[in-house]
C-alpha cells in the first residue's frame, strides 16, 4: 500500500482549492477523478492485495485531501462512529477519560460502554469550564473535545486546552464534525487527532455514511490503519467516491450554509414564539467572544427553543415543508430534529429543536419557519 504518512501540513494554495485540486491524478489520459473500482479482491504480487486492508484510489485521494486541511495524516472509517471507536480503542483498561457535559450520543455511548466493560473511568466537564479541563488533562489518559458542542454549541477554549499540560501518553481528540476544518484546526493548536463524521459536512448530500480520524503523528496514523483492518472498519468504495466529491464542493457549501445560519438564528431571536436561540456567531451567545478568536466561521447548525411543552416543538417539525424532518445534520438541504427525543440526550430541554441549516435560498426557509410556527398560534 502506498499511502504516504505525510499529508501536507501547511498548504500553499487556500483550503477552497486545496479542496478542488488536490488528490487528482496528473499522469497524461488518467481520469482527473479517482475511479470507482468495485472490488475486493487485487491479482497479487503489488503492495494492494485485499479491500478491507489496502487502499482503493479513491481512499488515497479522500485521505490526501482531508489529511492535507487537518495538517495531519488521515485515515477514513466506514462511519464516523468507527473512527471514533479506533481512536478510543487506543485505551487501556481502567484508563481516565474526560469529555464534555453536551456530546454527541454516540460517543456518550462508547464511554457508558468502556466504563461497563472496560471499567474506565469517565469524567463529564462542561465544555466551556476551561479551568476544569486545564485541571484534568493532567491525570486523563484521554481528552475528548466537541466545539461547539452537539447540539447545545457550547465553545471549548480550544487553543488554550489543546495546549495545556497533560499526563505523558495521553491523546487529545477533538470531534471536529460541526465546525469541519474550514473553520478550525484543532491539529494547529496542539491536538493529538481530530475525527469527523463524513456522513455530514464533508459528504454533503445525506447520501453516504463514512468518517475519518486525522493524527498529527503519523505513528497514531498507522495505529489507525491497523485498527481499521482488524475491526473491518472499512469505507465502501462508493461511499468514498461519493465523500470525496462531496469534498470537492465543501468550502461553497459551508460558506452559504453558516451564512443561512447566521441570518436565521438573527431572525429567531426576535420571534415572540421562540427563546433561547443558541449559535455561535451571535454576538450574544456565551462563546461568541472566545470563538471569535480562533473559529474563521461558525458553522450551520442553529439550535433553539419554542414556546410550550416538547408536544409543541413536535408539532413546529411536523409543519415544516422545505426544512425536512430528520435526524443527521451537515446537508445540502435544511433538516430539524427535537433532540431530547434521541435516547441519552437527557440533559437536553424537551423543547430544543437542532436545525441544520443547508444551502436553499434564506428568506424560502425563513418563510418556511414562520408557516411552522403560525400553526402554534391556530
Ligand atoms: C458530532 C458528531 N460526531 C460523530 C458522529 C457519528 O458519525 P456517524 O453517524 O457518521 O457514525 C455524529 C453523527 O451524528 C456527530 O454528529
Redesign the pocket.
Known amino acids: 500500500m502506498n499511502q504516504s504518512d505525510s499529508n501536507s501540513k501547511d498548504l500553499d494554495v487556500s483550503p477552497a482549492t486545496w479542496l478542488i485540486s488536490a488528490g487528482r491524478p496528473s499522469d497524461p489520459g488518467a481520469p482527473l477523478n479517482s475511479p470507482l473500482v468495485p472490488a475486493s479482491n487485487f491479482v497479487l504480487g503489488s503492495s494492494r492485495a485485499y479491500a478491507r486492508d489496502d487502499a482503493t484510489p479513491a481512499w488515497e485521494a479522500f485521505e490526501t485531501v482531508v489529511g492535507g486541511l487537518e495538517g495531519g495524516t488521515a485515515v477514513s472509517f466506514a462511519?464516523?462512529?468507527a473512527a471514533?471507536a479506533a481512536l478510543f480503542g487506543t485505551l487501556r483498561v481502567g484508563a481516565t477519560v474526560i469529555f464534555p457535559t453536551d456530546c454527541?450520543a454516540?460517543?456518550v455511548g462508547l464511554m457508558k460502554e468502556g466504563v461497563g466493560k472496560r471499567g474506565w473511568n469517565c469524567v463529564r466537564l462542561p465544555a466551556v469550564d476551561t479551568e476544569a479541563w486545564l485541571t484534568h488533562a493532567k491525570t486523563a489518559d484521554m481528552i475528548w473535545l466537541?466545539s461547539p458542542t452537539?447540539p447545545l454549541l457550547d465553545i471549548a477554549d480550544l487553543p488554550r486546552i489543546c495546549k495545556a499540560p497533560r499526563k505523558a501518553g495521553s491523546l487529545l481528540v477533538v470531534?471536529n464534525?460541526?465546525a469541519t476544518p474550514l473553520n478550525q484546526r484543532p491539529l494547529a493548536f496542539g491536538a493529538d487527532a481530530v475525527m469527523h463524521?463524513a456522513?455530514?459536512y464533508m459528504g454533503g448530500h445525506s447520501d453516504l455514511?463514512a468518517?475519518v480520524a486525522v493524527a498529527r503523528d503519523p505513528a497514531l496514523a498507522r495505529e489507525m490503519r491497523m485498527a481499521r483492518e482488524l475491526s473491518g472498519g472499512t469505507p465502501g468504495t462508493l461511499e468514498v467516491f461519493l465523500a470525496l466529491r462531496g469534498l470537492r464542493t465543501m468550502a461553497l457549501r459551508v460558506a452559504a450554509s453558516q451564512a443561512n445560519a447566521m441570518a436565521i438564528a438573527s431572525r429567531l431571536t426576535e420571534h415572540p414564539l421562540v427563546h433561547s436561540v443558541r449559535y455561535p456567531g451571535l454576538p450574544a451567545h456565551p462563546g461568541h467572544k472566545i470563538a471569535s478568536t480562533f473559529m474563521r466561521g461558525f458553522g450551520g447548525v442553529v439550535t433553539f427553543e419554542v414556546e410550550g411543552d416538547a408536544a409543541r416543538a413536535d408539532a413546529v417539525c411536523r409543519s415544516l415543508k422545505i426544512v425536512r424532518h430528520a435526524t443527521?445534520?451537515g446537508a445540502v438541504e435544511s433538516t430539524i430534529e427535537r433532540r431530547a427525543a434521541v435516547p441519552g440526550q437527557e440533559h437536553l430541554p424537551p423543547g430544543l429543536l437542532r436545525m441544520s441549516v443547508g444551502c436553499e435560498e434564506v428568506e424560502d426557509l425563513w418563510r418556511d419557519l414562520i408557516q411552522a410556527m403560525d400553526h402554534l398560534r391556530g
Open positions: 462511519s464516523g462512529m471514533a454527541y454516540g460517543v466537541e452537539n470531534d464534525t460541526i463524521s456522513t455530514k455514511l468518517g443527521s445534520l
